[in-house]
């Protein structure tokens, strides 16, 4: 069975400060991992994907395949990333997502 | 880039009558779609995955007679949600994947917001 979890509700931070929103999959082949974004009255958005290890807005995540965490990570958060943000598993049956629960992530200035 | 779009974005109705939701995909065509259930603060839970020209595959616990999915062409599949109960209330959500674009990426609708009285 695949399943992904998202530990966090709600993320709060400082604006500047690090953020770091967990990720951990449960998935018996190789998976692909994905964090999906949703901003406030918009619709969810793929933000990236592990494969293409890229930078987008200043986050990057890193798939461990050992702790079976795909952690989404970024230096210096500011207030436009407040948004609520989706770890998704896409298996093996046909391009569908499994998603978390989701972390909303809250930047204060 | 590529736009699907949901109609309508939110719906009341009844229990008992049978609502249809629309999702398009206006500039590509769409071999597959998704639709996705989102209840209040919880997680996209996906309820079935549409194909163009055949039958939807529903994931488990997803009664498909309740859950009438179409996807007649390459740019529309309909959700009808038969004899509809107060517990269907919730956001439905679909997606689209673009078989000329990158393999694993989809692109999001905005939602439909069902409540049934």
Not at chain 1, 37 to 55: A, D, P
Not at chain 1, 65 to 70: A, I, L, V, Y
């Amino acid at each position: 069975a695949q399943r992904v979890t998202q530990p966090e509700k709600l993320l709060s931070v400082f604006k500047g400060a690090p953020v770091e929103l967990k990720c951990n999959y449960s998935y018996s082949g190789s998976p692909e991992l994905f964090w999906y974004v949703q901003y406030s009255r918009q619709r969810l958005q793929l933000l990236l994907r592990h494969i293409s290890r890229e930078s987008i807005k200043g986050f990057t995540a890193d798939l461990n395949k050992g702790e079976t965490s795909f952690h989404l990570k970024k230096p210096f958060a500011q207030e436009e990333d407040s948004a609520m943000y989706y770890c998704a598993l896409m298996g093996a049956s046909g391009y569908a997502l499994n998603f978390g629960k989701g972390t909303s992530l809250l930047v204060t200035p | 880039g590529a736009v699907v779009s949901q109609h309508p974005s939110r719906v009341i109705c009844k229990s008992g009558t049978s609502v249809k939701i629309e999702c398009r995909s206006l500039d590509f065509q769409a071999t597959t779609m998704f639709w996705y259930r989102q209840f209040p603060k919880k997680s996209l839970m996906l309820m079935a995955t549409s194909n163009e020209g055949s039958k939807a595959t529903y994931e488990q616990g997803v009664e498909k007679d309740k859950f009438l999915i179409n996807h007649a062409s390459l740019t529309l599949s309909t959700l009808t949600v038969t004899s509809a109960h107060p517990e269907d209330s919730s956001f439905y959500i679909c997606s689209a994947r673009d078989p000329s674009g990158r393999l694993y990426e989809q692109y999001f609708g905005p939602g439909t917001r069902l409540t049934v009285t």
